[in-house]
């Protein structure tokens, strides 16, 4: 029969692996996070910008009413 301290044991090093391997996934998907916030920025930068050739519409011009 094993010892309680065995026991113990074995369960430590079945968690300390675990931990390691979550700790793993968790970097990869703050990776991928961090990926589609970059990918989402650089559209928003790319959609407000106006086509080239063309000036940005000036805000509050008269006669026009917001969108």
């Known amino acids: 029969m094993p ?3 065995g026991l113990l044991e074995e369960r430590e090093r079945a968690a300390g692996q675990r ?3 979550l700790q793993a996934e968790l970097r990869e998907a703050e990776a991928s996070w ?3 916030m970059i990918a989402r920025q650089a ?4 959609l407000a910008e106006p ?3 063309e000036e940005a519409p000036l805000a509050g011009m008269a006669g026009e009413r917001p969108a």
């Open 51 to 53: 086509p080239a050739g």
């Open 43 to 46: 559209v928003a930068e790319v």
């Open 34 to 36: 961090e990926r589609f």
């Open 3 to 5: 010892s309680v301290m």
């Open 19 to 21: 931990v390691e391997v």
